[in-house]
């Protein structure tokens, strides 16, 4: 055994097996992988797709935030929800789901959703900030917050069968707020778009792979980038987004 | 013609139709032609001005406008238009 397969058992060297035989993964990878955290912003159809991918992957932390508790309707595209959580905090499903699809994966929930007053104490030490907020609000905060700390930020959106994914790394690629300087007037609900499962879930596994690709060094990431699907119609585009010089979030950096 | 890529929030509005072809030399042109075709999109792509709402991008051949020459952006037969709202679906 090398000095670095005897850093994860052999059980996890089994689980991870597949992925370390990735040329440009290896060992090196899933040791970066574990030893990162991840901060996700809701685990709902986007974060949680993102959550279980990086849970499966092996990600060292997780943390999180979702507030209020499970109704039916969202049981057609979270992927870390059954029948039996509808009523429970949204976050303790969310947790337990985690500890089964992979018990090694240190998870932190808070009961809350993101919002100014509270993002810092979301992010923590995360080194990767991932959004999958239904609200522009939600999802301009964590933008602020990703600039401010210098932290990067996968950030996935979906509406109807269409759906969109960037990286965000402060100071090099344009910001949420260079890209969408303003949200639509019409989006002041989380109940405003409509979803079904591979739409969320494709964004969500997109985000996923952009983030162990910005944490372990593998493949190129989104840079500059954004990554466009709609599934009714299988189109697909690779856009070019840039900076905005009169950003009021990242102009300075 | 140039080929126009409509969002799913657009369709309803333009025969249910994903794609149209329409002439126009610049963006801004495609545009006045689209909303002369289907009148009731012009609420969701144009503000009062007549420009395009800021929660909405635009690409040609996959770039940003804004980077490029705005709505004066000139086109030709073969260009690709995206019209692509800011989305926040997620959880």
């Known amino acids: 055994m090398t000095v670095q397969e005897q850093e994860f058992t052999e059980f996890q060297l089994d689980r991870y097996s597949r992925q370390i035989r990735l040329d440009g993964f290896g060992l090196t990878g899933q040791r970066r992988l574990r030893q990162s955290h991840v901060a996700i912003s809701r685990g709902g159809g986007v974060g949680g797709t993102i959550a279980i991918h990086l849970a499966r992957a092996g990600i060292g932390k997780l943390t999180i935030a979702h507030g209020g508790t499970l109704v039916p309707e969202y049981l057609n595209r979270m992927p870390l929800i059954m029948n039996e959580d509808i009523g429970r905090p949204c976050v303790d499903a969310f947790a337990d789901m985690l500890a089964r699809v992979n018990p090694d994966v240190e998870v932190r929930t808070i009961g809350e959703y993101a919002n100014d007053d509270n993002v810092t104490r979301i992010v923590d030490d995360a080194d990767l900030i991932a959004d999958g907020a239904p609200l522009f609000e939600e999802r301009y905060a964590l933008n602020r917050a990703a600039v401010a700390l210098r932290r990067p930020m996968v950030s996935g959106a979906m509406y109807d069968t269409e759906g969109y994914v960037t990286t965000i790394v402060p100071g090099r690629t344009p910001c949420l707020a260079c890209i969408y300087p303003q949200k639509p007037a019409y989006w002041n609900d989380v109940k405003v778009f409509p979803a079904i499962g591979p739409g969320p879930t494709m964004v969500g596994a997109m985000a996923a792979m952009e983030a162990i690709k910005l944490l372990t060094g593998f493949g190129e990431p989104l840079d500059s980038r954004l990554w466009f699907f709609d599934l009714r119609t299988n189109t697909n585009r690779l856009l070019k987004v840039s900076r905005d010089p009169s950003c009021p979030v990242c102009a300075g950096i | ?91």
């Not at chain 2, 420009?51 to 952006?73: A, F, K, M, P, W």
């Open chain 2, 1 to 91: 013609m140039p080929k126009l890529y409509l969002p799913t929030i657009m369709r309803p509005n333009a025969g249910g139709r994903a794609t149209v072809q329409l002439a126009g030399g610049t963006v801004s042109e495609l545009f006045g032609n689209l909303v002369a075709e289907y009148p009731n999109v012009k609420a969701q792509l144009l503000d009062a001005e007549g420009h395009v709402q800021r929660h909405i991008n635009v690409y040609v051949n996959g770039e940003d406008v804004r980077g490029l020459e705005g709505e004066g952006t000139s086109l030709t037969e073969r260009d690709e238009i995206m019209v692509l709202p800011a989305m926040a679906g997620g959880a």
